[in-house]
């Protein structure tokens, strides 16, 4: 049985995905596409990371990490903010994430109570108006251009 809640139907089909597929498409046909939908590099993952993944599995990082992130973590991304973008905040302020897509859809979630009002400035990324209907939230699109 493919049964989802109401809530989840009433959304519309991930256009990313649809852009996505449709990259893969027109690469296919030997179209030259930079896809832009996903938000995946078109490079291989770099080795210093990778041997940091790996030593973090032998150091048994392998478990539920704290809800906002490990403490060390944070505080790197409070020295990161200050020394680079001259922005103070605490660890206590900062939740990582595994994206910006999901802390975006949490917030929202948490934030908007059926039938409240959202404003999304267009342009704006596609998955924003179906957060908000899934938060049963009213999307309210205020055109922008370049000038604002």
């Known amino acids: 049985m493919n049964q989802v809640s109401d809530r989840l139907a009433a959304l519309a089909p991930s ?4 852009m996505s597929q449709k ?3 027109l690469k296919a046909q030997g179209v030259d596409v930079i896809n832009l939908s996903v938000g995946e590099p078109d490079f291989n993952t ?3 990371i990778k041997d ?3 030593k973090a599995i032998d150091d048994n990082f392998s478990h539920y990490s704290p809800v906002p992130g490990y403490m060390d973590l944070r505080q790197a991304i409070c020295a990161k ?3 680079e973008n001259g922005l103070d905040f605490t660890p206590e302020q900062i939740v990582v994430s595994n994206g910006a897509k999901q ?3 949490n917030t929202i979630l948490a934030l908007v109570n059926p039938g409240d009002e959202v404003i999304l400035p267009a342009p704006y ?3 924003y108006v179906e957060m908000v209907k899934l938060a049963e939230g009213k999307n309210v699109i205020v055109e922008t251009g370049i000038e604002q």
């Open 81 to 83: 903010l200050k020394n």
């Open 52 to 54: 940091a993944a790996k």
């Open 15 to 18: 256009q990313t995905l649809a």
């Open 23 to 25: 990259s893969s498409e």
């Open 103 to 105: 802390s975006i859809c």
């Open 46 to 48: 770099p080795q210093h």
């Open 125 to 127: 990324w596609v998955s």
